[in-house]
């Protein structure tokens, strides 16, 4: 994040470019009703990923970012005060108003899509994490899908260059230096800024192990917010999920092309159990 922040963007990427896991997964759920389930078939078949706005995340706290107003008129303009000590303080309101209206910046045409790391399982790496079964797979009566990001060996590939780690922090995003820098005439300072807020999630999500694929506002078209992401490694089926979700999967399992497997409870935690 800091090189991002001085803008040393081609040494941030190749960093996280090396760090990217070659196993990420998604958690989906799945409805047994076969119309309803139709999206999720087709971004099987099909190998693409949906683009999600901030709105419809799981976290209302999500992409907010803090620009202090006041300490850009004290660093760029000088500011010493007004000599009154009301006068003072109601500027201080407003400045902290400015600046909490500011959390909403970072939103505007920003679309991602989340993805998780697996748990590592006699030298494997597998979607054994309950807690996310739960949250994101309906409870485990859901699906879940491996991606192999090695598939996309190039930095310069979209699906790597847009995939971004999360950092579990409860401070919002700070780019008021940034903007100190844009206002002092570095014009560029600010570019990513967006990006870096929504790299940040509240500590209680730490379980997740989240990365994010982030599209930046003037990226993606708003009314197609699809890409194509033809990497699916296995697909897994949830230990709860209804016979008429495992039928579809593994009706469709030619056009998916990657084993399908089914998930067991055991005495040791989740575990897979190959079903084609």
Known sequence: MALLKTQKYEDAFSIKNNHIPAKLFRYRPFPANVKDSEYVINELMHKYVYLATVEQMDD??????????????EEVYGYKGLGDALLEDLFRQLCVEITESRKVMAHAGIRYCSFCEGE?????????????????????????????????NSNGALQRRFMYPIIYSDSHFDATD???????????SVVGYDILAH??????????????????????????????????????????AADEVRNVILRNADSIGAPIYEMKESLNGLKRSLLR
Do not use: H
């Open 60 to 73: 209302s706290s999500d992409g907010f970012v803090k620009i202090d107003i006041y300490r850009i008129f």
């Open 120 to 152: 590592n399982i006699d030298g494997d790496y597998i979607p054994s994490n309950d807690l996310l079964w739960g949250q994101y797979a309906a409870g485990g009566r859901g699906i879940c899908i491996e991606y192999d990001m090695t598939k996309f």
């Open 178 to 188: 940034m903007f100190i820098s844009y206002a002092t005439g570095n014009t560029r």
């Open 199 to 240: 790299m940040i999630k509240r500590e209680i999500w730490r379980n997740q192990n989240e990365w994010r694929l982030i599209y930046g506002s003037g990226i993606i078209a708003p009314d197609n917010p699809c890409i194509l992401f033809d990497a699916i490694s296995a697909v897994y089926i949830g230990v709860r």
